[in-house]
């Protein structure tokens, strides 16, 4: 089967005046972990909520497993979701919170029950089947949330910021259990979060989001390597965006001059520069270190050059450059993006 | 039962079975139509009736047809054809002017009878396949918004949300509407528009002279007068109370909280009663005064001044809850600041809880004009002379001169008062209320009461506890004496054996007492209405507060609505709505129970939605997504959380089936009447003992129900939840 586990084609939701998601197009592999990214009111949930058919589209096609789903209600469709609440019911047992689905489709409860304590066993929280979900600690709780989303072995696992409600130590490990069960039941699944690091953290792929469109599509390293927009560059990790021109196939900004072989000329251009990019090589551009703080694993220098400020970072070393410091610094062939706009 | 619902739906769902059945096998009209020649029609079906003449009667039976046709071509998602928009569309058209254009008597409009010679001998009101057929005939249209994606789909939803649009229209807005019509017709069914300017300027409706001269008042006046007099010191006395309790070391503050529930089980007429038993012109209080002091005896408690006794006595208890809540929520910080500041506990009180106070009195004010407008019990018992609008109205729909069309104007201006008075309520406490609770918890002391008013407040508060303690003592113990009223305290169970006597003999159990009939209708149309007043009250709830939906502003406003009518008002708009065909069904059980759905459903409704507000919304997504339709989510998810919203509801519906009386008092017929028109008719005949005793039994009537009631439901302690219970009741216009 070469059909797509997800595709939105021209999708459009519309609330109101409001468009919360404008016109967008994407498609979703089979076993593949893809994140929307991007700030609030971005319209990422929304497409989530698409997906799971909590809302449907003002127009354009959602495909689910080759099929039209798009004026499906969420019931009539087979989506497994982690809300950021968990949104486990109150007044049911763990094991009657899991075998829910299974039961209410219809299903025989002996054999919901079963496979409800198999999913929970196999999530390493035996024994806990007759609890209340009020009795669990928060970590527990997501976890049956997850048992929840996946015993009817959905065509797509839906997370909606899971780790929103998980303390900032635990985050690093929930998220690698997330990713490793993805991967161990090779389940397709579409993870929300406005969380930069999270994303580059757990996705095969990021759709970063804005304003309702798509800014860009790629894996982690695409989009910190090569952000196709300052809004990409800016909000996928930190990013110097220096503004110039580029005038015969060369990007120039004060004394900085970078080879942008094929690009036609610009009178104006805007290029993305990583901090940790940036060697001190005594190199030819000029900069003066304004300010230098210490960051425990790595030293961050501002530094005012002849095209504005520029952030940098540099490994610790026994004396770090002081204020007032005039360096040298190269940006390498392979260090910076020229930005579409 | 799955099953069921999953082979019902292969076969192109329940309504298309309603609605082939209807037009083919259920008989359309309630009783058999007059026969025009063509002899009787075999089983009385649509079908059959078009056959011999009725020809208006084929476009339900074409589209019932045509449905199962599409639904044979088209498979199971046949709702989504692109021609059953408009065939349902169109015999929704034909359906309803084909019930409204032909009449009893024949058509409404010359112009029918050319085209259906039938028409002219009239039709009957709808019967079981007319009523199934419009039932199918909206399920097919909800079916059908919702795969156009209605309702994001829900197809559950789509179905409650038109099913209940459709109820309101009919059982709301229809007899409104119907009422505005009857308006511009004379006693004898002309139609005269300029009757409508005639009958609203009527003198003795508008007449000041009571306050030139020595003449009576115009009815409205009337109302307008007592309803600002019975607002005002309702308002005062709840104040007072709210004041006491929240601010006082009061001992009692427990006992007064649970003295303000009675009103809400008290029958009415009870209270007017005692206040004739302590203060009629030969009642006990008249009589020690006579005896004591020789103040003469006088009738000065009928009119004015009685009703106004027993409205603040009613009412009080509901200002006072409302403006507990005000006070109550009065952040203390801000009294201490004027403390610091200065202030002295007197200029403190005027300059700082007084303003903060006075969105709320505004609130209990309306609401306690509201309720006095819509009284019907008070002035019908201590009127005497002094007569208000739903007095004048019962009286131009149930004396002896029947006259609908000056019955409506009368109702509609007693609506556009209420109306009025509900907008600049709703107005009042969504701009102005100040409230000053916050999350953060404020560690500061409520301030004491300044000297003086608290001094007023409980000088205000003992004459109300006595004579509220004097009212009840005479309805614990009136019913079981020779005669209260001429103090002759002999204990008897006369009065009770009267109503409720009965004998087990050999064929078994036997009634003989005159109260038995009323009290069983009674019962049963409060048990069949209370469930279904939650129902439709949660279901609506659920709507508004979940579902998302064209028109949802639109629906809120309607629920309320309902809400805000006077119960007199509802009553006139039944009788001159359903007194004829189509929906031809006063006299049966069935009005009694629509009446008081209609009526209380907002009860239900804003109790839920305050207990849906508390719960997080992504439960019930997290169940749709797992497969759950929405009534599923709702059985399973949505009811256990709210079962206090739901105890609530049902307890209310329960408790004011039994003692309504504004409304039912038009609908109750000779073989279903109810326990408040009964009682209404021993208190005409001034047989009180009587009338005492069946209140008392249906107090205590009321509380077992509301403790059975509570065991059926159960109370769920979730943490916190379990203080939704707590939600303030609303008490609809009476």
């Known amino acids: ?341 | 039962m799955r099953t069921g619902l999953v082979l019902l739906n292969r076969i192109g769902g329940l309504w298309l079975l309603l609605g082939l059945a209807a037009v083919l096998v259920l008989p359309w009209y309630k009783v058999p139509p007059p026969d025009m020649g063509g002899g009787p029609s075999l089983f009385g079906t649509a079908l059959t009736e078009a056959l011999i003449g009725r020809w208006w009667l084929l476009p339900p039976i074409l589209a019932a047809l045509a449905f199962a046709a599409v639904r044979i071509l088209a498979g199971e998602r046949w709702q989504a054809h692109r021609l059953v928009p408009w065939i349902a569309g169109i015999t929704a058209v034909l359906y309803l002017a084909q019930a409204f254009g032909i009449g009893l008597r024949g058509p409404a409009i010359g112009g029918i009878s050319l085209l259906f010679p039938m028409a002219e001998a009239g039709q009957p009101g709808l019967g079981p396949g007319g009523f199934v057929f419009g039932i199918a005939l909206t399920g097919i249209i909800a079916e059908a918004l919702a795969v156009r994606g209605f309702c994001r789909g829900e197809r559950f939803a789509a179905n409650a949300v038109v099913f209940i649009v459709v109820l309101l229209s009919l059982f709301v807005f229809f007899p409104i509407l119907r009422l505005g019509s009857a308006a511009l017709f004379s006693p004898d069914g002309i139609f005269q528009p300029g009757l409508f300017i005639t009958r609203l300027t009527a003198p003795d409706l508008w007449g000041l002279n009571c306050l030139i001269g020595d003449g009576r008042c115009g009815v409205v006046i009337n109302t307008l007068m007592l309803g600002i007099l019975s607002g005002i010191f309702s308002t005062a006395l709840g104040l007072a109370l709210a004041l006491i309790v929240a601010r006082t070391g009061f001992r009692f503050k427990g006992a007064l909280r649970a003295v303000s529930i009675l009103p809400i089980i008290t029958p009415p007429f009870v209270v007017g009663v005692a206040i004739i038993v302590l203060f009629g012109r030969t009642g006990v209080v008249t009589g020690w005064l006579d005896f004591l002091f020789d103040v003469p005896r006088t009738r000065w408690v009928y009119g004015l001044p009685g009703i106004l006794l027993a409205q603040v006595l009613a009412f009080a208890p509901i200002t006072f809850l409302v403006l507990l809540g005000t006070v109550e929520a009065i952040n203390p910080t801000l009294e201490e600041a004027s403390k610091t500041l200065g202030g002295k506990p007197l200029a403190t009180f005027r300059t700082v809880t007084w303003p903060l106070l006075r969105p709320g009195i505004a609130a209990a004010f309306l609401l306690a004009f509201i309720e006095s407008l819509a009284d019907f019990g008070n002035p019908i018992v201590l009127g005497g002379g002094y007569d208000v609008l739903s007095i004048r109205i019962f009286f131009a729909v149930v004396g002896a001169r029947y006259d609908l069309g000056n019955a409506s104007v009368l109702a509609i201006i007693l609506l556009t008062l209420t109306l009025s008075a509900f907008w600049l309520q709703t107005r009042w406490l969504g701009k102005k209320s100040y409230v000053t609770v916050t999350g953060k918890s404020d560690a500061g002391l409520f301030a004491p009461l300044p000297g003086p008013i608290k001094t007023a407040a409980y000088l205000a508060m003992i004459p109300w506890v006595l004579f509220t303690l004097g009212v009840y003592a005479i309805v614990v113990i009136g019913g079981f004496v020779s005669d209260i009223a001429r103090f002759d305290l002999v204990p008897t169970f006369r009065h009770l054996s009267t109503a409720f006597s009965f004998e087990i003999g050999a064929t078994g159990l036997e009634l003989y007492g005159s109260a038995w009939d009323s009290l069983r209708t009674t019962l049963l149309v409060s048990a069949i209405a209370a469930p279904l007043t939650t129902a439709v009250g949660i279901l609506t709830a659920y709507l508004i507060s979940r579902q998302d939906f064209a028109g949802k502003g639109a629906f809120e406003f309607g629920t309320m609505l309902s809400f805000a009518i006077p119960g007199t008002v509802v009553g006139v708009s039944y009788v001159a709505a359903f007194n004829v065909p189509p929906v031809d069904i006063t006299g049966t059980m069935a009005i009694l129970v629509i009446c008081f759905m209609f009526r209380n459903m907002p009860v239900g409704m804003r109790a839920g939605i305050a207990a849906l507000s508390q719960i997080d919304r992504s439960m019930e997504e997290a169940s749709q997504t797992m497969g759950a339709s929405g009534l599923s989510t709702l059985r399973t998810v949505v009811l256990p959380l709210i079962r206090p919203a739901i105890f609530t509801s049902m307890v209310y519906a329960f408790v004011t089936a039994m003692t309504a009386v504004s409304a039912v008092i038009f609908l109750v017929s000779a073989r279903h009447n109810m326990a408040t028109a009964y009682i209404m008719g021993r208190v005409e005949n001034g047989e009180y003992p009587l009338a005492i005793a069946y209140s008392a039994v249906l107090m205590i009537i009321m509380i077992v129900s509301i403790v059975i009631i509570q065991l059926l439901i159960g109370r769920r302690q979730l943490g916190r939840r379990s203080e939704l219970q707590n939600t303030p009741p609303a008490i609809p216009a009476e």
């Open chain 1, 1 to 341: 089967m070469t059909e797509k586990a997800i595709e939105f084609a021209d999708v459009v939701k519309r609330y109101g005046t409001v468009t919360a998601v404008d016109r967008i197009s994407f498609s979703i592999e089979r076993g593949e972990l893809v994140t929307f990214l991007g700030p609030s009111g971005c319209g990422k949930t929304t497409s989530l909520r698409l997906i799971a058919g909590l809302e449907l589209p003002s127009e354009g096609v959602v495909r689910i497993a080759g099929e039209d789903v798009s004026t499906r209600a969420a019931s009539e469709r087979n989506v497994g979701m982690v809300f950021q609440s968990y949104a486990l019911f109150p007044h049911m047992s763990v094991i009657e919170n899991v075998a829910y689905g299974p039961t209410i489709r219809g299903g025989d409860k002996k054999a919901a029950a079963d496979r409800g304590y198999e999913i929970l066993a196999m999530l390493g929280l035996e024994g806990l089947g007759k609890r209340l979900p009020s009795e669990l600690s928060g970590g527990q709780q997501q976890r049956v949330a997850v048992a929840r989303a996946i015993v009817q072995q959905p065509d797509v696992l839906l997370f909606d910021e899971p780790l929103s409600n998980v303390d900032a130590k635990l985050r690093r490990r929930v998220r690698q259990e997330i990713r490793d069960l993805q991967r161990r039941f090779n389940l397709t699944a579409v993870y929300v979060t406005h969380d930069q690091e999270e994303a580059l953290a757990v996705s095969d792929r990021i759709v970063v989001m804005n304003q309702g469109r798509i800014a860009q599509i790629g894996t982690p390293a695409e989009l910190y390597n090569q952000p196709n927009s300052r809004f990409v560059a800016d909000f996928i990790g930190d990013a110097n965006l220096i503004e110039g021109h580029v005038e015969g196939g060369r990007f120039k900004a004060g004394d900085l001059t970078l080879a942008v072989d094929g690009s036609p000329d610009r009178p104006k251009a805007t290029v993305s520069v990583r901090p940790e990019r940036i060697v001190f090589d005594g190199g030819a551009v000029r900069a003066k270190v304004r300010d230098a703080t210490y960051l425990g694993s790595r030293y961050e220098y501002s530094l005012e050059t002849s095209f504005g400020s520029l952030l940098a970072s540099a490994p610790i070393v026994s004396t770090p450059l002081s204020p007032g410091t005039e360096v040298g610094i190269t940006v390498p062939p392979d260090g910076f993006t020229l930005l579409k706009n």
